[in-house]
């Protein structure tokens, strides 16, 4: 392996616990603040509803298991898999089948599933057009993707806050929406339904805007640049002011495609 391959795997090895160890720590209180991501799930499960959907279904970035639980209404079996640990282990009130392992590295075999669910997670691939070519070929035939991905221009509030300080972005940069589709459509999917949506949150100050991204652990940098260090108090005051107010209020807007895939 050369110089350059073996470093890189380590950044993405650093980057998966990094991104794990965010989610873990978000685990305990993230249902509470997940606002937006319960909306885009209602969505999709609508979609889902009307088909007739039966066999195995693979809740891709489950979170806390809240839309495994309801995708057990559809489904005979629903496997719930998530890179953390913790989000897995947030309900015990019932049964669930769980994986813990990344959606990059797939650890499932071919024309296994018959569904896929994802909401808010694959914008976390490293690699998203491999990830597609992955879920294609883990699905049976026929197969249907409903999933959510967060695209580019969300939490352009943040961005332009914490902009008064320098430069350098500490969001994470989003595929644009043609791009997923055409990542799908590169992997052998049909798109039978794609829509863009921006949901938003509104907090009372900005203050709370930012720490609602900290609280869905959506904190972690995707790039392989070292996170930045802890803003001083007076950083802080300085983004808050800078942060636009609409109405007073101080919100978060996440754009999300909403795609229905099928493998024919
Ligand atoms: C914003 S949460 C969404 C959770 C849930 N799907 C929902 O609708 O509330 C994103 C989830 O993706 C998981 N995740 C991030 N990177 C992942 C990866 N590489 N493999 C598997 N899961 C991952 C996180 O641990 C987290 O639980």
Redesign the pocket.
Known sequence: MSQLAHSTAHVAKDH?LS??SQ?SKAAAH?NSH?NV??Q??AHLIKLLANKNQQGVCL??????L??TALLQQYFATVVA????HA?LNTDKSREYLKLC????NLPLQKNSVDCVF????VQ???DLPLLFKQLFAVLKDNGRVYLSCVIAGSLHEIKQAFSCLDDQSRINQFHSSDNVTQYAKAAGFKVNFAVDTCYTDAYKSPLEAIRSIKA???TSLHSNKKRQGLLTKQALNNVCKAYPLVDGHARVSYHVVLLELEKQ
Do not use: C, E, H, R
């Open positions: 998966k991104t794990a989610f993230y997940a991501q319960k885009a799930a809740d891709l970035g489950a979170g806390p809240v839309n898999m998530d890179l953390s989000m392992a990344d959606m990059d994802s909401n808010f997670a976390w691939s490293a869905i652990g959506a």
